[in-house]
């Protein structure tokens, strides 16, 4: 087996950063399908809502808890004896697999009875519609842990653009039709798409089966029912944790919705980029991270365990920060290239800028919660995250009740609170971590003011470049003075943002040079790489 180092997790990194890519360009044009059908109306509002609503499970049994608790138990039983690996993976999948089944017959069963009782409801109703995926979602999830520990990146990271081309090809044939009974239909279709996207993990998975446990391995009698028990401790401390934060993603859903009738789909769709960086980076560093660091406390290499921590900590720093900036100098005209068409108002793109802004500001910490959160699960320590977490999202739904209802501050109140709890999350369990003598900060602060200039060098720079040549919004939407017309020719949205992201990057790469920023200029190709 290949010795983890720093540029094994790198390498894997740029494999998951290859295939999210494709994944998030994808989706990338499906929201740009779906603004442009369906605007920011009501109807479509609601059924961002029934989405959040129907997959509020997915990250309790597809992401989140279930993975943290998979992957050390996988590796540490995987080092004592592969077999007895693969048959636990294999026995987890049926489990798995026959709890959301009869979970999903529970909740049809209850939204169903719910709707004879009190009369019709088009959000339960698409609720119900799409709650099935959530087999497929899981399994998928499930599978994509298996494979990045195996040292499977891209497969899995690519998967989602199958859901993603199903989804516009759908939209191709249903823009004509009356939006409350397309978006039916779409639901439907969505069902079948998460289902396409788990069968493209399936051949690598069923092989490694195949090899871990023989050729007949479906009919190999034998249950890892123990193992399953071992991880049911932390699987359940990290699902109150993950329970308690979806729970907060459906809060914030209703409390847009209070705030504006249009505020879900304004979130939605700015957080949509938002997520673009999170998913290709952020995700991705610490799926590379979480497997290694594992196998390090495995083998009791602490010095190691704080060597890879403090290197993702760095590179965090390195991608998130000058993306924060970026969001927010190219913020207004990437919405209005994105969304800027059809159905897709001015007042949509303005509103979707300014919570894009929100959201953006917390690009950062969000990534740091992700990347502490791995070093405890590495550790099996669930509780500091768990009990953290459920801090926060008291935290957060205190903050969105006071931005609402008191301060009336529309749909951006969510993400701000959002932001908010994130940086509270992430310093929080930085103060678990240095207390333990787990956080190597070595590097730490000088990597933070080298990057941070940088950053700041070149938002300044992009955003004059932007009001001088482009009239750009930026400036009139930061100080709240109304809009001028603005670009809706997607030629010119073309233009304006191209040259402002340019401008941005290489200003960006001119002061890392200068600064000798070596973290930044780092994930460069060595072609590109000038002798320092």
Same mark, same amino acid.
């Given at each position: 087996?290949?010795?983890?180092?720093?540029?094994?997790?790198?390498?894997?990194?740029?494999?998951?950063?290859?295939?999210?890519? &494709?994944?998030?360009?994808?989706?990338?044009?499906?929201?740009?399908?779906?603004?442009?059908?369906?605007?920011?109306?009501?109807?479509?509002?609601?059924?961002?809502?029934?989405?959040?609503?129907?997959?509020?499970?997915?990250?309790?049994?597809?992401?989140?808890?279930?993975?943290?608790?998979?992957?050390?138990?996988?590796?540490?039983?995987?080092?004592?004896?592969?077999?007895?690996?693969?048959?636990?993976?294999?026995?987890?999948?049926?489990?798995?697999?026959?709890?959301?089944?009869?979970?999903?017959?529970?909740?049809?069963?209850?939204?169903?009875?719910?709707?004879?009782?009190?009369?019709?409801?088009?959000?339960?109703?698409?609720?119900?519609?799409?709650?099935?995926?959530?087999?497929?979602?899981?399994?998928?999830?499930?599978?994509?842990?298996?494979?990045?520990?195996?040292?499977?990146?891209?497969?899995?990271?690519?998967?989602?653009?199958?859901?993603?081309?199903?989804?516009?090809?759908?939209?191709?044939?249903?823009?004509?039709?009356?939006?409350?009974?397309?978006?039916?239909?779409?639901?439907?279709?969505?069902?079948?798409?998460?289902?396409?996207?788990?069968?493209?993990?399936?051949?690598?998975?069923?092989?490694?089966?195949?090899?871990?446990?023989?050729?007949? $391995?479906?009919?190999?009698?034998?249950?890892?029912?123990?193992?399953?028990?071992?991880?049911?401790?932390?699987?359940?401390?990290?699902?109150?944790?993950?329970?308690?934060?979806?729970?907060?993603?459906?809060?914030?859903? &209703?409390?847009?919705?209070?705030?504006?009738?249009?505020?879900?789909?304004?979130? $939605?769709?700015?957080?949509?980029?938002?997520?673009?960086?999170?998913?290709?980076?952020?995700?991705?560093?610490?799926?590379?991270?979480?497997?290694? &660091?594992?196998?390090?406390?495995?083998?009791?290499?602490?010095?190691?365990?704080?060597?890879?921590?403090?290197?993702?900590?760095?590179?965090?720093?390195?991608?998130?920060?000058?993306?924060?900036?970026?969001?927010?100098?190219?913020?207004?005209?990437?919405?209005?290239?994105?969304?800027?068409?059809?159905?897709?108002?001015?007042?949509?793109?303005?509103?979707?800028?300014?919570?894009?802004?929100?959201?953006?500001?917390?690009?950062?910490?969000?990534?740091?919660?992700?990347?502490?959160?791995?070093?405890?699960?590495?550790?099996?320590?669930?509780?500091?995250?768990?009990?953290?977490?459920?801090?926060?999202?008291?935290?957060?739904?205190?903050?969105?009740?006071?931005?609402?209802?008191?301060?009336?501050?529309?749909?951006?109140?969510?993400?701000?609170?959002?932001?908010?709890?994130?940086?509270?999350?992430?310093?929080?369990?930085?103060?678990?971590?240095?207390?333990?003598?787990?956080?190597?900060?070595?590097?730490?602060? &000088?990597?933070?003011?080298?990057?941070?200039?940088?950053?700041?060098?070149?938002?300044?720079?992009?955003?004059?470049?932007?009001?001088?040549?482009?009239?750009?919004?930026?400036?009139?939407?930061?100080?709240?003075?109304?809009?001028?017309?603005?670009?809706?020719?997607?030629?010119?949205?073309?233009?304006?943002?191209?040259?402002?992201?340019?401008?941005?990057?290489?200003?960006?790469?001119?002061?890392?040079?200068?600064?000798?920023?070596?973290?930044?200029?780092?994930?460069?190709?060595?072609?590109?790489?000038?002798?320092?």
């Amino acid at each position: 087996m290949i010795q983890d180092s720093s540029k094994t997790i790198t390498s894997s990194a740029k494999r998951f950063f290859s295939g999210t890519m &494709i994944s998030r360009t994808t989706g990338l044009f499906r929201e740009i399908a779906m603004a442009a059908v369906f605007g920011t109306t009501p109807a479509v509002a609601a059924f961002w809502m029934a989405f959040r609503f129907a997959y509020l499970l997915r990250r309790l049994f597809g992401e989140g808890a279930l993975n943290a608790a998979f992957i050390p138990h996988f590796e540490g039983l995987r080092k004592e004896n592969p077999q007895k690996g693969a048959r636990f993976f294999y026995d987890l999948t049926t489990g798995l697999t026959l709890t959301l089944l009869l979970l999903i017959l529970l909740i049809e069963g209850i939204l169903g009875g719910y709707l004879l009782l009190k009369g019709s409801s088009y959000v339960i109703t698409l609720t119900m519609v799409m709650l099935p995926a959530l087999v497929f979602i899981s399994l998928y999830a499930l599978n994509a842990s298996l494979l990045n520990c195996e040292r499977s990146y891209f497969l899995p990271s690519v998967a989602p653009a199958v859901l993603n081309l199903v989804w516009i090809v759908a939209l191709a044939f249903l823009w004509q039709k009356v939006p409350s009974q397309s978006l039916k239909y779409l639901a439907m279709i969505i069902v079948f798409a998460f289902a396409l996207q788990w069968a493209v993990t399936l051949p690598r998975v069923l092989r490694y089966l195949s090899e871990g446990l023989g050729k007949n $391995w479906w009919q190999e009698k034998g249950f890892s029912g123990r193992e399953i028990l071992l991880i049911l401790r932390p699987f359940a401390l990290g699902m109150i944790g993950v329970a308690a934060s979806q729970i907060n993603s459906a809060l914030d859903a &209703i409390f847009a919705r209070v705030a504006d009738v249009e505020g879900p789909a304004f979130l $939605w769709y700015a957080i949509r980029l938002q997520q673009l960086p999170l998913a290709l980076f952020g995700v991705g560093l610490t799926s590379a991270l979480l497997p290694p &660091i594992s196998r390090a406390i495995r083998n009791q290499n602490r010095e190691r365990y704080r060597h890879f921590l403090n290197f993702s900590l760095k590179k965090t720093l390195a991608l998130m920060l000058p993306i924060s900036a970026a969001i927010l100098v190219l913020g207004f005209c990437s919405v209005n290239l994105v969304y800027g068409h059809g159905a897709f108002s001015s007042p949509a793109i303005k509103e979707t800028t300014l919570c894009l802004w929100a959201y953006g500001a917390g690009l950062f910490p969000m990534t740091i919660v992700l990347v502490f959160a791995s070093a405890f699960y590495a550790q099996k320590n669930y509780r500091i995250p768990t009990t953290v977490s459920l801090i926060t999202v008291g935290l957060n739904i205190g903050l969105n009740a006071l931005f609402v209802f008191v301060f009336h501050m529309g749909a951006i109140s969510v993400a701000v609170a959002t932001t908010l709890t994130a940086c509270m999350n992430g310093a929080l369990l930085a103060a678990f971590l240095q207390k333990e003598g787990e956080l190597d900060l070595d590097g730490i602060g &000088i990597t933070l003011l080298k990057v941070l200039s940088c950053s700041v060098l070149a938002a300044i720079t992009t955003a004059f470049l932007g009001n001088s040549l482009f009239q750009d919004q930026t400036w009139a939407l930061l100080q709240g003075l109304p809009l001028a017309p603005f670009a809706h020719a997607v030629p010119q949205q073309l233009l304006i943002f191209t040259t402002l992201a340019l401008c941005f990057g290489v200003t960006l790469l001119l002061s890392a040079y200068a600064f000798r920023v070596h973290d930044i200029l780092d994930f460069l190709p060595k072609k590109m790489k000038i002798s320092l």
